[in-house]
C-alpha cells in the first residue's frame, strides 16, 4: 500500500492524496482569508486610532486657545482692578483729608468781627498753609494699568 517514499501502488491511495491536497489547500486558502481580515481588522483599528488622534488634537488646539483667550481676559481684568484699587485708595484718603477739614472747622469758634471773612485769620492760615488736604483736592485722580509693575 504505502511505500516509505509516501507514494501509493493502488488506486485508493491516490483518492487519498487528493483528498489531502485538497484539505491541504482549503486550509491554506482559509488562513489567507483569516490572515486577509486579521490585517484588514488591523488597518481599520490603526485607522480609527489615527481618526481619534486627530479628533484630540483639534480638541487640544481647541482647549488651549480657550485658556490663551481667558488668560488674556484674566490679565485685562486684573489690571483694572489694580487701576480701580489704586484710585479706592486716593479717594479713600482725599476723603480722610476732607473730613479732617470738616472736623477742624467744626472746632473752631465763630469769632464775630475780627475779620471780614467771620473767622479768625489763624484759622485761614491753617487751612490753606499748612493743611495737605488742601493740594489734593485739586489733583485729578491718575491711576493707569501702565503703572502697575506685574
Do not use: W
Amino acid at each position: 500500500m504505502a511505500s516509505s517514499s509516501g507514494t501509493t501502488t493502488s488506486s485508493g491511495g491516490s483518492y487519498l492524496l487528493e483528498e489531502i491536497d485538497d484539505r491541504k489547500k482549503r486550509r491554506m486558502v482559509s488562513n489567507r482569508e483569516s490572515a486577509r481580515r486579521s490585517r484588514m481588522r488591523k488597518q481599520k483599528h490603526l485607522d480609527d486610532l489615527m481618526t481619534q488622534l486627530s479628533q484630540l488634537r483639534k480638541e487640544n488646539n481647541q482647549i488651549i486657545s480657550s485658556i490663551s483667550v481667558t488668560t488674556q481676559h484674566y490679565m485685562s481684568v486684573e489690571a483694572e482692578n489694580s487701576v480701580l484699587s489704586a484710585q479706592v485708595a486716593e479717594l479713600t484718603h482725599r476723603l480722610d483729608s476732607l473730613n479732617e477739614i470738616i472736623n477742624f472747622m467744626k472746632q473752631q469758634p465763630v469769632d464775630t468781627g475780627i475779620d471780614q471773612y467771620g473767622g479768625g485769620g489763624e484759622f485761614v492760615d491753617e487751612l490753606m498753609y499748612n493743611s495737605v488736604s488742601h493740594v489734593y483736592a485739586c489733583q485729578p485722580i491718575l491711576a493707569s494699568a501702565d503703572m502697575i509693575m506685574y
